[in-house]
């Protein structure tokens, strides 16, 4: 019994003391040069899509108008509006109140596209039919 209280004695009187911190030059020798290694940083490539689709599609049909939902797009990633309805439209989108994209008045059928090279959030609305949306833009 009095070993077993020993060993307690001196495990609990060791676990008190102060570890020494000792300087790596003071271990190395003088003709070994000590480099410290950094961690390779790793990009990871992520393709994304040359174009975000945004398709217009009619709303309400009594009133006439179209519904589109907000985009989230990188820049220099491309919107294509496409028009898949029976009346034309033609896309204008502003950013802090000045007008950044006019496009052609889009037929029934045809696309239009408009790449955002701005970081930003931008406001386009169809002026033929005053449908509208938030493109954001990181």
């Not at 945004?54 to 919107?79: A, C, P, R, S």
Request: proline share 3%.
């Amino acid at each position: 019994m009095k070993k077993y209280l020993l060993i307690l004695l001196i495990l609990a009187l060791g676990c008190q003391e102060e570890v020494q911190k000792i300087e790596i030059d003071k271990i190395v020798p003088e003709n070994i040069t000590v480099i410290e290694i950094e961690e390779p940083i790793i990009e990871k490539k992520v393709i994304l899509p040359e174009y975000v689709d945004v398709v217009l599609k009619l709303g309400n049909f009594d009133q006439g108008f179209f519904e589109l939902e907000d985009v989230y797009v990188k820049t220099t990633q491309k919107i294509r509006w496409t028009n898949n309805n029976q009346q034309a439209f033609q896309m204008a989108c502003y950013q802090d109140g000045k007008r950044m994209f006019l496009g052609n008045r889009v037929l029934p059928g045809k696309t239009n596209e408009f790449t955002f090279n701005k970081i930003g959030e931008y406001f386009c609305q169809d002026i033929q039919n005053e449908a509208s949306h938030k493109v954001f833009v990181d």
